[in-house]
């Protein structure tokens, strides 16, 4: 990387290698007091800038414009992580290696991680929580095994072989291990740990007939790292995590309070806060349990006027066999100047005519969407709705 031209300050995006070479490369941007940025393409065409590139064939190309200069405002950051898009579009979180420090301590003593174990993580690194958990297993001395799932039975023979104590999945991965035909239980497996997506009763339960070890739920962001672990909800959070609000027995945002400053946006200076507000409704149980509840949706802007969405959310997901709504804005194929609200409602047994029963009972103050239907909702690669996906869908739909 020096031989290229990386200097301290800079950003270094990692797109082309996989598994083991992302973490190799971010180790070698850190000799050079670089950022590094794990990403699935490179920035420019994510999120519109330039950086040091590390592509496919491992060579490292410099920017083509000088967006990436050295900055003061990222003297404290060691990583940026694109979010996922699923609620707008995608931004670099800025990770400060401070955070990554208390991330890792985290999940070691949550985890009960030491240098002795060996940690698989068969989940995309260009992610944060798959990032996340591999780094922190690195930075614990662990041995990592970061090699990509491309097919499911070698994943599943390492699970039975006992070559890990620890595993990071996301839930459709877990999935499709569960359904590989067999039956072996590994007694050396002490966590599989399955983030960045919920877990079901009913993919616990195939997961731990299959394998013979249940499944441990983690639960963080993109800005913050993990910050729970556990056997129930999303678990309880980690050392060095408090929870704000809400209180014990009660439901609402969750809020944290954290070891380490969340440092915001790449290129959206803010003052760091070690306070973050998730976005997440909760039930948090007397025991200290937290549940997740339901994603708050940003204000919609609909028409040069911001609306709230979560009525409309609510009503289409009482549409008997809907399993998921995805609201969001589009520009209109026939009016230039305006905008169409958009529903796509996910649903094998979704009846046409219960959708337009649902529509018109609608108050007259709420806007009736354009809604598209489908079996599934578009997904990423950690089960998160995929938005750029469904726009897609939903403009072919449109204009269909």
Same mark, same amino acid.
């Given at each position: 990387?020096? /031989?290229?031209? &990386?200097?301290?300050?800079?950003?270094?995006?990692?797109?082309?290698?996989?598994?083991?070479?992302?973490?190799?490369?971010?180790?070698?941007?850190?000799?050079? $007091?670089?950022?590094?940025?794990?990403?699935?393409?490179?920035?420019?065409?994510?999120?519109?800038?330039?950086?040091?590139?590390?592509?496919?064939?491992?060579?490292?190309?410099?920017?083509?414009?000088?967006?990436?200069?050295?900055?003061?405002?990222?003297?404290? !950051?060691?990583?940026?992580?694109?979010?996922?898009? /699923?609620?707008?579009?995608?931004?670099?979180?800025?990770?400060?290696?401070?955070?990554?420090?208390?991330?890792?301590?985290?999940?070691?003593?949550?985890?009960?991680?030491?240098?002795?174990?060996? &940690?698989?993580?068969?989940?995309?690194?260009?992610?944060?929580?798959?990032?996340?958990?591999?780094? /922190?297993?690195?930075?614990?001395?662990?041995?990592?095994?970061?090699?990509?799932?491309?097919?499911?039975?070698?994943?599943?023979?390492?699970?039975?072989?006992?070559?890990?104590?620890?595993?990071?999945?996301?839930?459709?991965?877990?999935?499709?291990?569960?359904?590989?035909?067999?039956?072996?239980?590994?007694?050396?497996?002490?966590?599989?740990?399955?983030?960045?997506?919920?877990?079901?009763?009913?993919? $616990?339960?195939?997961?731990?007939r299959r394998f013979g070890t249940t499944l441990t739920r983690g639960y963080g962001s993109t800005e913050t790292g993990g910050t729970f672990v556990g056997e129930r909800g999303i678990g309880r959070p980690v050392p060095g995590v408090e929870v704000?609000?809400?209180?014990?027995?009660?439901?609402?945002?969750?809020?944290?309070?954290?070891?380490?400053?969340?440092?915001?946006?790449?290129?959206?200076?803010?003052?760091?806060?070690?306070?973050?507000?998730?976005?997440?409704?909760?039930?948090?149980?007397?025991?200290?349990?937290?549940?997740?509840?339901?994603?708050?949706?940003?204000?919609?802007?609909?028409?040069?006027?911001?609306? $709230?969405?979560?009525?409309?959310?609510?009503?289409?997901?009482?549409?008997?066999?809907? $399993?998921?709504?995805?609201?969001?804005?589009?520009?209109?194929? !026939?009016?230039?100047?305006?905008?169409?609200?958009?529903?796509?409602?996910?649903?094998?047994?979704?009846?046409?005519?219960?959708?337009?029963?649902?529509?018109?009972?609608?108050?007259?103050?709420?806007? &009736?969407?354009?809604?598209?239907?489908?079996?599934?909702?578009?997904?990423? !690669?950690?089960?998160?709705?995929?938005?750029?996906?469904?726009?897609?869908?939903?403009?072919?739909?449109? !204009?269909?």
């Amino acid at each position: 990387m020096s /031989s290229a031209g &990386v200097y301290p300050g800079c950003v270094v995006a990692v797109s082309g290698p996989q598994g083991a070479d992302i973490l190799a490369a971010a180790l070698a941007a850190w000799r050079l $007091d670089a950022i590094v940025m794990p990403c699935h393409r490179s920035p420019d065409s994510e999120i519109g800038w330039t950086a040091f590139h590390v592509g496919s064939d491992r060579t490292v190309q410099p920017p083509r414009s000088p967006s990436c200069a050295a900055s003061t405002s990222l003297a404290t !950051t060691a990583a940026l992580h694109l979010t996922s898009g /699923s609620t707008g579009a995608p931004r670099a979180a800025r990770r400060g290696v401070a955070s990554i420090l208390a991330e890792a301590e985290g999940y070691a003593k949550a985890l009960s991680l030491t240098p002795v174990d060996s &940690v698989l993580v068969p989940v995309p690194l260009a992610h944060s929580f798959g990032w996340g958990v591999a780094m /922190s297993a690195l930075l614990t001395g662990c041995a990592v095994d970061a090699e990509p799932l491309v097919r499911p039975t070698p994943v599943a023979r390492k699970l039975a072989a006992g070559v890990a104590t620890v595993v990071a999945l996301t839930a459709p991965l877990a999935l499709v291990l569960a359904e590989v035909p067999g039956k072996s239980a590994n007694p050396a497996l002490r966590h599989v740990l399955v983030g960045a997506s919920p877990v079901s009763d009913d993919l $616990d339960e195939a997961f731990s007939r299959r394998f013979g070890t249940t499944l441990t739920r983690g639960y963080g962001s993109t800005e913050t790292g993990g910050t729970f672990v556990g056997e129930r909800g999303i678990g309880r959070p980690v050392p060095g995590v408090e929870v704000v609000s809400p209180r014990p027995g009660e439901s609402g945002e969750l809020r944290l309070l954290l070891p380490a400053p969340v440092e915001g946006y790449f290129g959206a200076p803010e003052p760091p806060s070690r306070q973050w507000s998730t976005g997440d409704l909760v039930r948090h149980d007397h025991d200290g349990v937290v549940h997740f509840a339901d994603r708050i949706r940003p204000a919609l802007r609909h028409n040069g006027r911001f609306i $709230d969405a979560r009525y409309l959310e609510h009503a289409l997901r009482g549409v008997p066999g809907v $399993d998921a709504v995805y609201l969001l804005t589009l520009p209109s194929p !026939t009016a230039p100047d305006s905008d169409t609200l958009c529903a796509m409602v996910a649903g094998a047994a979704v009846a046409r005519a219960d959708i337009e029963t649902c529509l018109a009972g609608l108050p007259a103050d709420v806007p &009736v969407p354009h809604v598209v239907r489908c079996d599934d909702l578009p997904r990423d !690669t950690v089960g998160k709705p995929d938005r750029a996906r469904i726009t897609t869908l939903v403009q072919e739909r449109m !204009t269909a």
